[in-house]
């Protein structure tokens, strides 16, 4: 058994994508476009993108090597040419993943995504995270809260009835507060985010139709894993095909592959207020990882002993713009058995992430 802190900690792998950075973004975004934003964390920790997006230090302080683009966030570059096709199964309109718990007050609508072809849009996403972590008992030295911001710009096409909207990471900037060394690598990581090119095609009701990344290839692949799996897995906003008013509510679900966990995620929408193109809307968000479940991470074994993630937070659409007004805030909790070097310990993380996007 180790029995000096620096040992201990020094057990903890390279830093790991945190599920709960692509769980905000999942929840937390811009409409169809949801960022999607995919945070490091310090050694084994992963909870979704969100996203979004900061890269935390390791437990020993030293700044993660990789910075998980916290924003996987819509991108696309104009350059690229949209498909010219999409599968006549998914036309606008046709169906949703959202499922209906309750049709709210009336009047009723039906809540469509109405772009205008050519269009234009952009925003920013500003992501807080914190972290604390015991190893074998042993509280680990205090992590200085990192901030990344993200700015992300694309335009809209319409095509064979659904919207293609692509867009491109074009602005990265991350800080952690009182620490100008860590500062530097994780700009360094999220230097590599820039020019990062995203291509979602969507229907009116905000189901995920088809989902490329592009131009990626300074970037890690194992950093992309979360954002990918998210978009794929059509994590973004989506209404119901039924109408709703006022106290209607919906329920999302999407099964993620991360890091070889199968994460269950549910979100739950519930409308606040309906103002012509205007809707305001509350989610929460909750992920599940079955106990004794195996996490990839190099040079070491996981096992998912306990695991819990919440978010939940507000999300103002205009259903004729893309990007959102949104502030989501998600908690971690998770206890991981790791195996290194012939040791094992047992690793307990709190990680909360605070995530605003922002039009501009």
Known sequence: MLTKPSAVFSLIPAPLRLLGAALVLMIAAAACSSTVVATDTPATTEAAAATTVPTTPTPTTVAPTTV???????????????????????????????????AGAEPRQELRFDYVDGDTFAFDVETTQSL??????????????????????????????????????DSAEGLVEGDEATTAQVQLA?????????????????????????????????????????????????????????????????????????VEQVSTYVVLGIDGTIVDLSV??????????????????????????????????????????????????QTLAIKADGQEV????????????TPR
Request: hydrophobic fraction near 40%.
């Open 190 to 262: 999220l230097d590599d985010l820039v020019g990062l090119v995203e291509r979602r095609t969507v229907d009116a009701t905000g189901v995920v139709l088809d989902f490329i990344l592009e131009n990626a290839e300074g970037v890690d692949p194992s950093v992309l894993g979360p954002a990918e799996g998210a978009g794929e897995n059509g994590v973004a906003l989506a209404f119901p095909v039924e109408p709703v008013g006022l106290g209607g509510s919906w329920e999302t679900v999407a099964i993620l592959e991360i890091n070889g966990l199968t």
């Open 284 to 333: 929460t968000t909750s992920q599940f990882v079955a106990p004794g479940s195996a996490m990839d991470i190099p040079g070491a074994e996981a096992t998912v002993n306990a695991w819990s993630a919440e978010g939940r937070g507000t999300i103002t659409v205009d259903l004729t713009k893309v990007p959102a007004t949104s502030s989501i805030g998600v908690d971690v909790f």
């Open 346 to 357: 047992e690793l307990v993380q709190q990680v909360s992430n605070q995530t605003v996007s």
């Open 68 to 102: 998980a683009p916290t924003t996987v966030a819509p991108t696309t570059v104009p350059q690229t040419t949209p498909p010219t096709t999409v599968p006549a199964a998914a036309s606008a309109g046709e169906g949703s993943v959202a499922t209906l718990l309750d």
């Open 132 to 169: 604390s972590q015991v190893i074998d008992g042993i509280e680990g030295p205090p992590a200085a809260p990192v901030i990344t911001r993200l700015g992300q710009s694309g335009t809209v096409s319409l095509v064979d009835g659904a919207y293609v909207l692509e867009s491109t990471t």
